[in-house]
């Protein structure tokens, strides 16, 4: 087994309910980044001296809170994710570092010198979220090989899916409805080859 490596991230699948995210910066980068966010939280907030007017109008319609101002040492003080999309190096760094005060978990945009985490590239269809990472060497390959992907799945999945919790709910626990459930998502499978 060969030991981890500084840029190789942990894939796990965060819970965000009750957790405060505050996202600093207001261009087209911070604009992707909340679209990301929002596919799986809605308790953001924003800060920048200036918003674009999608990333605005998009924050306004889901009930974001934004301040237009510059980031201010204390504001990640309540919270659990900070992600930084700023081009000024010296803010990236001072947020990561208060970050490792507060254990508020940090991305800084293309600064993986100043990040605790990485956004993968991902596809999200009703419960399946599949995510996709090169840890850094190639975030382009990630998200054309995100696209490969997504045209492999298959239209009735969420149906699929749909059933499956519905049976993994209704059926009591047990080796029995463990067998019955990987039978079935074998099936499915096997009728995709």
């Known amino acids: 087994m060969s030991s981890p490596k500084a840029n190789h991230y942990f894939p796990a699948f965060v819970k965000l309910d009750n957790k405060k995210i505050l996202l600093v910066g207001g261009g087209n980068?911070?604009?992707?980044?909340?679209?990301?966010?929002?596919?799986?939280?809605?308790?953001i907030e924003i800060i920048a001296p200036l918003i674009c007017e999608k990333m605005l109008q998009l924050a306004k319609e889901?009930?974001?809170?934004?301040?237009?101002?510059?980031?201010?040492?204390?504001?990640?003080k309540e919270c659990s994710l900070v992600v930084v999309a700023v081009d000024d190096i010296s803010v990236q760094k001072e947020i990561y570092e208060e970050s490792q005060d507060?254990?508020?978990l940090c991305n800084s945009v293309d600064s993986v010198e100043y990040c605790d985490f990485i956004f993968p590239a991902y596809i999200k269809e009703g419960d399946l979220t599949i995510a996709i990472s090169t840890s850094g060497a190639s975030p382009a390959f990630a998200k054309h090989f995100k696209t490969y992907l997504r045209e492999k799945i298959p239209n009735n999945l969420g149906v699929f899916l749909s059933e499956m919790k519905e049976l993994r709910l209704s059926i009591?626990?047990?080796?029995?409805?463990?067998?019955?459930?990987?039978?079935?998502?074998?099936d499915f499978i096997q009728k995709l080859r």
């Open 29 to 43: 980068i911070a604009y992707e980044k909340l679209v990301h966010l929002l596919d799986f939280s809605h308790d």
């Open 62 to 76: 889901q009930g974001i809170n934004y301040q237009n101002r510059l980031y201010e040492r204390g504001d990640i």
């Open 102 to 104: 507060y254990k508020c």
């Open 172 to 186: 009591p626990k047990g080796i029995a409805r463990m067998k019955m459930l990987d039978k079935k998502a074998r």
